[in-house]
């Protein structure tokens, strides 16, 4: 009788969560997933302080077949920002740093320019610090190479000069957070794992929540990364890195209630505390940044929303929260497909949307409104192109059984398009983002307006380049690169530039004007004098102005 009452205890307590009204509406997000052979998520709602619905898609492991829940554990890439910058916050508010100590006074290894970046710019992303991650690849390392911290510390310190001056802009830098777990390091005497485990973790009962700095650590409930490999086919997706700071958070949706509870009232993060988290940054010229320490602070539809997700390895995350509506959404995936802010969104569209002051830039009912008898809606052909909002990040379009389909170049993930309304299209099945084409020129739109969760980003037509009697034998040869300490090979490969570091082929330069190229998002720029190439510099988005000269 007892063991009888213990497996129905033990049922209940599985599917306390299991039923709200929207069940049905939110499941179809995840549809995709919800199967028995692929990679997916853990869901977690939270609202008042309890989670109304937790709920696994897909297998944590594909190998032994077992399924995601609220206890598997995942690896939550930047979302970990947050714990990194409570760590620093708490440090502070006991009086063993000061948000405004320079670089200088815990590392005395670093060039001049360290006097002038603070803790809070290191919180802020506004250093200018170039980012660790965008330096390795620069160097050769690939995703699965292993280095350590001291690596890590030598390169930063080996850099001569930053992306900025520092609070001149944002710029988002995985090496500012790497810098503020070695600060811990160093204030707390001791690393900033055990800190956090002692001064966050443990208080607040998250007990399979760690920094993971020993990849050799054993994990119960550990969910696998993956990544896709052809349609319904992963391999697995894992690092053996050990930086903590950027990244490097274990958890679980069980621990993320903990910590979301501990926002609104708890004896060991207190409103002074949370105050100095959520706090945005400002620049030189006083303009506030929708960045605090680790979170992003916005609104979406009207509501203050509080934010951050995550992306390494086979992993993809998000931790959304409605602090008014004391609502929030954790997403943590295992596939590096996943697109969990998204899917973040659509979950709050559903839950709070009797409370959204302001309607959303496209709501499914747009498509019962009528065409305007002066709109001209353009064929599918003027669409049809490549539209770029920054250096290598394209979106091409083109017609594929007469709809039109997009392709992504950052991540080669592909979709179609469904028009909803004049100009006006939409990914099926996803309201968060829309896609306006606007500007018609020479019988092609030129700009393409892409809303997602409210915030709209301009994409302009990217022109195909011809520069006729281009001499490529003038850009081969051997570049050092000091800072780096590495050498980069340019050379001519069927009558095409090629890139290699050490012997790994980083890519094809393609010609986007006079003496520059593009390596899928790196841009090269050729430095002449007396019309002879004598370098070049990098520009690799996390980091600027990266100099190579020719040997």
Known sequence: MKLFHLLVLTFLSLNLWAEIPQKNEIDEIFAEWDKPNVPGASLGIIQDGKLIYVQGYGMANLEYGIPNGAKSVFRIGSTSKQFTAACIVLLSQKGKLKL????????????DYAKGITIQHLLNHTSGIRDYLTLAALKGFRDDDYYEDADVMQWLVSQQNISFKPGEEFLYSNSGYWLLGQIVNKVAEMNMAEFAEKEIFKPLGMSNTHFHNDHNRIVKNRASGYSPKGENTFEINMTTLNMIGDGGIFTTIEDVLLWDQAYYQSEVLNKEFWVLMTKQGKLNDSNTLDYASGLFIDRYKGLKIISHGGAFVGFRAELLRFPEQHMSVAIFANRGDANPSNMAFQVADIILQDKFIETSPVEPEISNKPESKDTIIYPLKQLTGNYQVAP????ELTIKDETLHAHQSWNNKSYNLKRINENLYQIP????????????????????????SGEDSDWKRKIAIDIPNINLNEYVGKFYGSELETTVIIYLKEKQLFARIKNNEQGQLKIEGIDKFMIEQTEIVFIRKNSTIIGFTVNAGRVKNLEFKKL
Not at 392 to 395: A, F, P, Q, S, W
Request: no cysteine; glycine share 4%; aromatic share 12%.
């Open 100 to 111: 405004s100590d320079s670089l200088d006074q815990f590392f005395p290894g670093f060039p």
């Open 429 to 452: 099945d996803d309201s968060t983002i829309s896609f306006t084409f606007t500007e018609p020129k020479n019988d092609l739109s030129q700009l393409l307006i892409v809303n997602q």
């Open 392 to 395: 290598g990040v394209i979106l």
